[in-house]
């Protein structure tokens, strides 16, 4: 599965979620630590919701760019 992720420059670090997962969530000193951290949160989380029976939900959320004028 190919969840969408955000990462968000924190005071001194990155944070990052998951919108189709809620409460799924990481941190790291790099973007390229908090991806890994984020990773292995989902996997995690998808283990979990296994092992108590309940849904995974399905990736549904997009992700894209837009420009506006400053």
């Known amino acids: ?3 969408a992720i955000v990462i968000e420059r924190a005071e001194n670090n990155y944070a ?3 919108p ?3 409460g799924c969530v990481a941190t ?3 973007i390229e630590e908090t991806e890994q951290e ?3 949160a989902i996997e995690f989380h998808i283990r979990g919701l296994r092992e108590d029976g ?3 939900p399905k990736p549904s959320s997009q992700v894209d760019y837009v ?3 400053a």
């Open 1 to 3: 599965m190919r969840y």
């Open 16 to 18: 990052a979620y998951v």
């Open 20 to 22: 189709d997962l809620p």
């Open 28 to 30: 790291g000193q790099t």
């Open 38 to 40: 984020i990773k292995e």
């Open 54 to 56: 309940l849904p995974i």
């Open 67 to 69: 420009e506006v004028a």
